[in-house]
C-alpha cells in the first residue's frame, strides 16, 4: 500500500497518521463510526508502523490507552467517533488527567460547515472535553492539524503529564494538508519530557529539615516512579536510613521487600500498624505526592502540626493541605539526584534514623496480622487467601492492575512487591468500576513479554466484559481473577461502618463469570475451596493464553479489609 497522490500531497486523515507515526505511536485503540471513516481509510491505505486495536466500547479504549501509557512510559492514544463515542470515552481521560498519565483521545466530529444545523451527533466537544483534560481543542482548519498534534503531545508530556483530547471534524480529515509540515519533537514521545530540576538553595533547605528530625519518614506517591527516580531514591533512602511509606499510586518506588519500605499507608491499603507507625514521624517528607484525602486519612495522619517537607513537580499541590516548613518544585528523579549530591558533599556524614529498624517491627504486626486470614480455609474463600496465592505463583516481574473495589485495598497492603517500578497499579484518582481488564489489555499491549494479571469484582467484571472478546481476538494470554461476592461491597461495607447496617440497592445475583468467558472462549475456572485456589491460580497463569479465575469470595462487608474507615 502507498500513499495515493503522486504530488504527495496529504488530507488531514493522512497527515493525522503521519504526525502520530512521527510521534512514535504504535498502538491506537479505538472503536469506529460514520464521521471516522476518513481516518480509518487512512489507516487501511498508508504505510505506517500503526497497530489499530478495535475494542467494543469507547471506554475500555481510554483505559486500554491508560494502562498502555503507565507501563511504557509513552502516550496512550484512544480514538472515537462523534456524539456517543466522545461522551463514553469521558472517563478514561479523567481518570489518566488526574493519574498524570499522558493518553491522547482523538474523537471524529461533524463537518465544520453542518455545524448549528443540527447534523446528527453533533455535540460541544470542545465544551465538554474542557474541564476534563490538560489540554484540548477540536481542529478548525485542515492546515492546523500538524500544529495542533504537536501541541497535543507537547502538553501531556511537559510539566505534570496528563490527558489530552482532539476534536477531528470530517471535513477536516478530507482537506488538504501541507505535507513539509509533518514533524514532531522527539522528547514528546515519551514522558516526562523536559523535566525541571530544583533551585538548589531549596534542596539546602530540604536537607537541613530532614537533619534536623529524629525520626522522619518520607511519604511516595506516583511521582518516584512517574520520573524514574527509583534508583536515586533508594540511594538517598539508605544513606541516611530513612523510614519509607508509599501511597497506592507510589508502589513502585523501592521494593516493598526492602528493610527500610513499610509499604502502604493511608485509607486504602493503609492497616492500624501502618498508621501508628506514620504517626510517630515528627517530620514527614511528601515526594510526588499530593497529600490527598486518601494518603492522609482525611489529612488527619500525618496531624497538622507535623513538621512537612513537600517535594513535586506540580508547584500548586505544595502547601495546599498542609502548612509546609520546605517545598521544592521538581521533578522527583532530579530533586533526588540533587538531595545525593549534597548529602555527598557534608563534611560529616548523618548517622541515620534507624529507619530499617522501626520498620521492622512494623512488619512483623502487619504480617502477624495478615497470616491467619491468609491461612484460613473458610468458605467464602478470604481475599487474603486468593492474595497470598497469587503472590506465590507470579514471578517478581509481572504485572497487576487491579479494580479500586474489592482488590484494591487487598493487593496494596498485601501483595508485597519485590523489584521497583510500576509492576501494580489501579485507578486510584477517581476509582470507576470497570478498569483493570482494559487497563490490562493495554499494558499487554506495551508489554508483551510480561505476564499481565488483571483483578476485579463482579460489579466491574459486568461493566467491560464484552471486551472478554478483544482479548480473544488479540490472543492476548490475560489472567483474570474476579472476587465474586454478587455484592458493590464497597458501598455494603460503608452501609455497615457508618449507616447502622441499612443495607439498600447494593445486592445482586451471581453469575456464573467462568461460564461467561468460556462462551468467549476464554479457558476458565471456579474456585470455591481455598486449598483448591493456588493450583488453580498456578495453571491459569501459566496457560499459553487468556484465562479466568472466578474465586467465590467473602463479601467486604463481612471482612477485615484495610480500609481505615471500616476498622474504625
Known amino acids: 500500500m502507498s500513499d495515493k497522490k503522486a504530488d504527495n500531497q496529504l488530507n488531514g486523515a493522512e497527515a493525522l497518521v503521519r504526525m502520530l507515526e512521527a510521534h512514535g505511536v504504535r498502538h491506537i485503540f ?10 480509518y481509510d487512512a489507516l487501511y491505505r498508508l504505510d505506517h508502523k500503526i497497530e489499530h486495536i478495535l475494542t467494543r466500547d469507547e471506554r475500555s479504549a481510554a483505559y486500554m490507552a491508560d494502562g498502555y501509557a503507565r507501563v511504557t512510559k509513552k502516550v ?8 456517543g463515542g466522545a461522551t463514553y470515552i469521558l472517563p478514561g481521560l479523567v481518570e489518566a488527567g488526574e493519574s498524570s ?6 474523537t471524529s466530529d461533524v463537518g465544520v460547515a453542518s455545524r448549528g444545523h443540527y447534523p446528527l451527533t453533533e455535540l460541544d466537544q470542545e465544551g465538554l472535553m474542557r474541564p476534563l483534560t490538560k489540554w484540548n481543542a477540536v481542529i478548525p482548519k485542515s492546515d492546523m492539524l500538524p500544529d495542533m498534534v504537536r501541541t497535543a503531545f507537547r502538553k501531556m508530556t511537559t510539566g505534570r503529564p496528563g490527558s489530552a483530547h482532539l476534536g477531528l471534524p470530517i471535513d477536516v480529515q478530507r482537506d488538504p494538508v501541507n505535507p513539509d509540515q509533518i514533524w514532531a519533537d522527539p522528547r514528546h514521545e515519551t514522558y516526562p519530557a523536559y523535566p525541571m530540576g530544583p533551585d538548589e538553595s531549596e534542596i539546602e533547605a530540604a536537607l537541613n529539615a530532614i537533619l534536623s528530625a529524629k525520626f522522619p519518614i518520607v511519604v511516595c506517591g506516583g511521582g518516584i516512579v512517574l520520573a524514574g527516580g527509583e534508583a536515586e531514591f533508594q540511594t538517598f533512602v539508605e544513606s541516611l536510613d530513612i523510614a519509607v ?3 497506592v499510586s507510589g508502589q513502585g518506588s523501592m521494593a516493598e521487600t526492602h528493610p527500610n519500605c513499610v509499604g502502604v499507608v493511608g485509607s486504602n491499603g493503609g492497616v492500624p500498624a501502618t498508621r501508628e507507625f506514620l504517626e510517630q514521624a515528627d517530620l514527614v517528607v511528601f515526594i510526588g505526592c499530593r497529600a490527598g484525602s486518601v494518603t492522609t486519612e482525611r489529612w488527619r495522619v500525618p496531624s497538622k502540626s507535623t513538621r512537612i517537607v513537600h517535594i513535586d513537580s506540580d508547584a500548586e499541590v505544595i502547601s495546599a493541605s498542609y502548612p509546609t516548613e520546605v517545598g521544592v518544585a521538581s521533578d522527583a528523579r532530579l530533586a533526588l539526584a540533587a538531595l545525593n549530591r549534597q548529602l555527598a558533599l557534608r563534611d560529616a556524614r548523618p548517622a541515620g534514623f534507624g529507619g530499617a529498624a522501626n520498620v521492622a517491627v512494623t512488619k512483623e504486626k502487619k504480617w502477624s496480622a495478615f497470616r491467619p486470614l491468609a491461612e484460613s480455609l473458610d468458605r467464602p474463600i478470604k481475599p487474603e487467601r486468593t492474595i497470598a496465592a497469587l503472590r506465590a505463583v507470579l514471578d517478581d516481574d509481572a504485572i497487576i492492575v487491579a479494580d479500586p473495589g474489592t482488590p ?19 485507578n486510584r484518582a477517581h476509582g470507576a468500576l470497570g478498569y483493570s481488564m482494559s487497563a490490562a489489555m493495554g499494558a499487554y499491549t506495551g508489554r508483551p513479554d510480561k505476564k499481565v494479571v488483571a483483578l476485579m469484582g463482579d460489579g466491574s467484571f459486568g461493566f467491560t466484559c464484552g471486551e472478554l472478546e478483544t482479548v480473544v481476538r488479540k490472543k492476548m494470554p490475560i489472567t483474570f481473577i474476579v472476587f465474586s461476592n454478587s455484592v458493590f461491597g464497597w458501598i455494603k461495607a460503608g452501609q455497615r461502618a457508618g449507616f447502622g447496617e441499612r443495607y439498600y440497592s447494593v445486592d445482586f445475583d451471581r453469575s456464573d463469570h467462568a461460564a461467561i468467558a468460556s462462551a468467549f472462549g476464554v479457558k476458565s475456572w471456579k474456585v470455591e475451596d481455598p486449598e483448591q485456589l493456588q493450583s488453580v491460580l498456578k495453571q491459569a497463569v501459566e496457560h499459553d493464553g487468556p484465562t479466568l479465575v472466578d474465586v467465590i469470595s467473602q ?6 479489609a484495610p ?3 471500616w476498622i474504625a
Do not use: H, K, Q
Request: glycine share 10%; charged share 15%; net charge negative.
Open 76 to 83: 496512550g492514544v484512544c480514538e472515537g467517533p462523534s456524539g
Open 555 to 560: 463479601p467486604l462487608n463481612e471482612a477485615a
Open 408 to 426: 484494591c485495598p487487598y493487593v496494596s497492603a498485601y501483595y508485597e512487591l519485590r523489584t521497583p517500578g510500576r509492576t501494580l497499579f489501579s
Open 563 to 565: 480500609v481505615s474507615e
Open 245 to 247: 511509606a508509599t501511597t
Open 30 to 39: 479505538g472503536l469506529c463510526g460514520d464521521t471516522t471513516l476518513p481516518f
Open 101 to 106: 498519565v499522558p493518553i491522547l483521545a482523538i
